[in-house]
Every structure is written in structure tokens, then in C-alpha cells.
């Protein structure tokens, strides 16, 4: 007997983008947060990968623990050397052999740690890194993590939520989350400014203030008045910019708390492009959602999902079943939010509870039939993969295309 409850559909409550007010920010690429979602997220891909190629099924494992501990460096007027190393810790549970045999798990996930932050960081061949490991294959049951054979997974017979969960799905992004995203992007660009950009948009009715943190990276400038120079110059473009396409008043404020005096050392100034140079830390599922922005008027479901298992793990594949959902929702009925409840054991196609509030709800039995369609699916193991969800900078062109669109 199905334990599908009715729909709930949520009573008219205002979607973001019809909010008086929306705040959103965006921990850019090189944020300490950012960096350990990005490792986590590359080592989960790396492992599943392995493991389709090698025993046709993705093993039991969360990567979602992964630390990333900030360094220290010793700082110049305009440079300066690392003399303690960044640490990455992979914490979680993972599964390290198969059959009796020894998968190279190490070796899968101090590599996804490298290559990402050589991605993220443009300075990363100035750090020094140091890698460590405390996985475990802990658990009530004796095989989850040590499996005899593909018998002992048994989401291969249907997949199904691992936990009791919140999901939600909101599409498409409002004009303000795509601004944040922008802001970052149209500093990324630029050779001198690092990669630990941190971007706040507040839409108060038709005005917006953006305020953007951006480092400068070591070797481009030599002074505090040039960085500010650069600085202002860039923050004029982008006021520029976004005060042709968006329909009110438009102020961009940067690095509040820089000076055109002293060292620029003393302002925010990286060698590798992030503040782990300072010792700052980052953690797994304190930052951006699956969305890339950290935006409270979408609702944040009770997940994160970065390193968490692509088979079967409510935090990956119910986040991406609801993403899915709104996205066909969206299509036909416009801007809405989808949520998503699941009982731990439940199938996918069964969850609790839908929740739909849409631009256009005069005909919400089709929005559910869209809903209960996605629900169904189960070809998500492809896009999860692809890398859906590694944090990454779009390019400025896409993002201004989407503010476009947001504003019409």
C-alpha cells in the first residue's frame, strides 16, 4: 500500500522575486567553504567513477566531512612565503575494499583535493599542502562499507532516501542570486584580483546594493592606491552594467575596509587568492547551496550535498529530483518552488509530501502531474557525475543573458 500523502500545495505565499525585499550572497570559488564543498564534491565524482569503471557500481561512501584548514603565510609589503602549510582533512565514511580487494581510495581522493584547488585558487603553486585522512568504513552493519559483492548494495534493486529530508527546488534564479553570481565572475576575470570573492545583493523593491569583498593576488599590484584604483575602476564597470539591465537604482560597494595608505599587504591581499592564507577554515555545507548562492527567501531544505553518494543519498539525488521538478514546473507555469519530503527508506517516487507554489497556479493538478513525472526518473547518476554540482564560475556573457531574462 503507497504511503504517498496528498499533495500540499503551499498557500499563496510570495515567491522571492515578489518580496519587498531579497538579500542573497555567493562564497565565490576561492572561499575556504567553497573549497571544501568543491573537494568533497570531486572526490565523491572521482570515487563513483572508479567504481563503475572497476566493479560496475557506485560504493558506499559520504565525503561530506571534508575541513579545509587554512594556512599561514608571512607577508612583504607586496608578497610574501608560506610557512604553514593549508591542510585538507577528509573526514566521512567510505568504502576501501571490495570482494577482499583494496580500492586506491588515498590515491582517488588526494588527487580530487589537488586538481580542484588548482582550479580554484590561481596561486596555488605558492601553497604549501598538507593532505590527511580520517575516513572510516564504521557501521552497524558489517558489509555497507566493505561489500562482498554487489548483492550487499542494496539501492541497486531501487534506489531510495537514506535519511528523513527536506528538499528544495526553486527555478529559475531571480535577477538578484544572478547578480551575485555575476559580481563574482566580472572580478574573476581580471589577473590581479583572487579568487576568494564574496558577493551580498539586497533588492529593496526595484533598487539594488551589491557589496563585493575581492582580494588582490600576489605579483599584479604594488600598491594600496592601485589596488584601490583597480578596484573602484572594476566596481564602476559593473555599476554600469547592471544599471542597464536592471529596472532601478543600482550601487556596487567594495572592500569596505581597505585603505589607499600602508602596505598592500594590509589590505586584503592573498598569494594564493583565498583568505586560507590567513588560517581561515572552511567546512562542507557552510556556504552556497546546490544553487551556487546562499538565498534564505528560496528556503534551504534540511541537506547539503556536496560529497555525498550519487546512487542513492537523499542530500544528491533528492536535492537533484527537486531541482528537476521545478525546472519543469517552471517551463510551463513560471517562477516557483518546489519542496520535497521523504521518509527515511521511502522510494523517490513516493515521498511524504509535494509542496508547489508557482507564478500561475490555476491549474495545479498538471504542476503535480509535472512533479510526479520527475519523480520517476531515474537517470540522475549521468548530470550528478557530469559535475552539476561542482561549485564554478559561469561566464559573464551566460550570466548577463540570465539577467535578462530575470528582468523581463
Known amino acids: 500500500m503507497s504511503t504517498v500523502m496528498p499533495a500540499l500545495f503551499a498557500l499563496r505565499t510570495p515567491l522571492p522575486h515578489e518580496l519587498p525585499v531579497e538579500v ?54 607586496t608578497d610574501g612565503v608560506y610557512d604553514r602549510p593549508l591542510r585538507v582533512v577528509f573526514g566521512g565514511r567510505i568504502s576501501t575494499t571490495f570482494a577482499g580487494r583494496p580500492l586506491p581510495v ?9 586538481d580542484h584547488l588548482r582550479t580554484a585558487l590561481p596561486g596555488f603553486d605558492r601553497v604549501k599542502l598538507e593532505l590527511r585522512h580520517e575516513t572510516t568504513d564504521s557501521s552497524k552493519f558489517p558489509h555497507w562499507f566493505a561489500p562482498r559483492s554487489l548483492d550487499d548494495l542494496p539501492e541497486r534493486r531501487g ?90 537604482r543600482v550601487t556596487v560597494v567594495c572592500n569596505t575596509r581597505n585603505s589607499r595608505t600602508g602596505p598592500l599587504s594590509g589590505q586584503y591581499f592573498t598569494l594564493s587568492g583565498s583568505a586560507v592564507d590567513y588560517g581561515e577554515d572552511g567546512l562542507v555545507g557552510r556556504g552556497n547551496a546546490r544553487t551556487g548562492v546562499i538565498s534564505g527567501a528560496h528556503l534551504a531544505g534540511t541537506e547539503a550535498t556536496f560529497g555525498k553518494n550519487p546512487a542513492y543519498h537523499v542530500g544528491k539525488v533528492g536535492g537533484w529530483l527537486a531541482d528537476e521538478a521545478a525546472r519543469a514546473v517552471a517551463a510551463e507555469f513560471g517562477p516557483c518552488r518546489i519542496a520535497l519530503l521523504w521518509r527515511n527508506g521511502a522510494p523517490y517516487d513516493e515521498p511524504a509530501s509535494i509542496e508547489i507554489t508557482a507564478v500561475n497556479q490555476a491549474r495545479p493538478w498538471e504542476a503535480e502531474e509535472l512533479v510526479r513525472a520527475t519523480l520517476s526518473r531515474t537517470d540522475w547518476m549521468e548530470d550528478l557525475l557530469a559535475g552539476r554540482y561542482l561549485p564554478a564560475i559561469a561566464p559573464v556573457e551566460e550570466l548577463l543573458a540570465d539577467l535578462e531574462r530575470a528582468v523581463r
Open 24 to 77: 542573497v550572497e555567493r562564497k565565490g570559488v576561492g572561499h575556504p567553504d567553497t573549497l571544501a564543498d568543491g573537494i568533497a564534491e570531486l572526490a565523491s565524482i572521482r570515487y563513483s567513477q572508479h567504481c563503475l569503471d572497476t566493479v560496475g557500481a557506485v560504493l558506499h561512501h559520504n565525503l561530506d566531512k571534508v575541513a579545509v584548514l587554512g594556512g599561514r603565510a608571512a607577508f612583504t609589503d
Open 106 to 114: 588515498r590515491e582517488i581522493l588526494e588527487q580530487a583535493a589537488v
Open 159 to 248: 534506489a531510495f532516501s537514506n535519511d528523513t529530508a527536506y528538499l528544495v527546488g526553486s527555478a529559475p534564479r531571480t535577477a538578484t542570486e544572478t547578480v551575485v553570481l555575476l559580481a563574482e565572475a566580472f572580478f574573476r576575470r581580471l589577473p590581479w584580483a583572487g579568487s576568494d570573492i564574496k558577493a551580498l545583493a539586497v533588492r529593496d523593491g526595484r533598487a539594488w546594493t551589491v557589496t563585493v569583498c575581492v582580494p588582490a593576488l600576489a605579483g599584479h599590484l604594488t600598491s594600496s592606491a592601485e589596488f584601490d584604483d583597480a578596484v573602484t575602476a572594476t566596481a564602476g564597470e559593473l555599476t554600469e552594467l547592471l544599471a542597464q539591465r536592471l529596472p532601478g
